[in-house]
């Protein structure tokens, strides 16, 4: 079975510029994750979608964060502009269904800002 | 906010001793679930323990889950050096509508 795959692998980019990260999460998890991880914490939630409708954006900064899963598949995080403070690993994991289930999770997106 | 937290925040061991990790959260959880993330293999799923357990068994893991003092531990027995890395607990709060809020890890180090 395949993983949830990520890219890019890594990203540096100047402050102010935009980049956008792309998930493909395993084939049939209804439930798609991107958390962010900035060095030395645990992952934190910044968008939960079930199929492709958002469950919980709660902890994403919307104006500049945005994210989209098409046809409750693949989706896209994009930051825009970006700040130093958005340096960190972006992480995306799928699921069958959501807390109930454990999470599988890419290699993630390590993201410099400069 | 985070609502879990992990105590030790580092621990180093022996090969072949056992390691011991802790975690406290603050409010009624739907069950609690522990990760592992080294630099090989990215974050992977250990072990999910309901609300209604109190312990679990996985290989050489050994989790217990005490509700009552809003408390899990991750016993390891018999570390090996792949067992190298950090470990979060993460928790389904009740009112979070089963998303979940990782503590900030135990980082372990076994030795040769």
């Known amino acids: 079975e395949a993983g949830v795959a990520q890219s890019p692998r890594y990203k540096i980019i100047e402050k102010r510029q935009s980049v956008a990260f792309w998930c493909n999460p395993i084939s049939g998890h209804a439930t798609l994750y991107w958390y962010q991880q900035i060095l030395g914490q645990g992952p934190k939630l910044l968008i939960q979608f079930q199929n492709n409708g958002v469950v919980d954006d709660s902890q994403l900064p919307k104006d500049r964060f945005s994210a989209e899963r098409l046809k409750g598949v693949d989706s896209t995080l994009k930051i825009q502009p970006a700040k130093l403070e958005d340096s960190a690993v972006y992480l995306c994991a799928s699921s069958p269904g959501g807390g109930w289930y454990e999470q599988y999770f890419g290699p993630g997106t390590r993201l410099t800002v400069t | 906010s985070q609502q879990g937290e992990e105590d030790p925040q580092a621990l180093s061991i022996q090969e072949g001793e056992n390691a011991t990790m802790n975690c406290s959260y603050k409010?009624?959880?739907?069950?609690l679930q522990w990760y592992r993330q080294n630099s090989g293999r990215g974050l992977v799923h250990l072990i999910l323990?309901?609300?209604?357990?109190r312990e679990k068994h996985s290989g050489r893991l050994r989790v217990t889950l005490d509700t009552s003092k809003k408390s899990s531990s991750l016993l390891i027995t018999a570390s090996r050096a792949a067992d190298t890395a950090s470990y979060f607990c993460a928790t389904d709060e009740v009112i979070s509508d089963y998303k979940l809020s990782f503590g900030a890890g135990t980082t372990v180090t076994v030795r040769a």
């Open positions: 409010t009624s959880i739907n069950n």
């Open positions: 323990i309901r609300s209604n357990e």
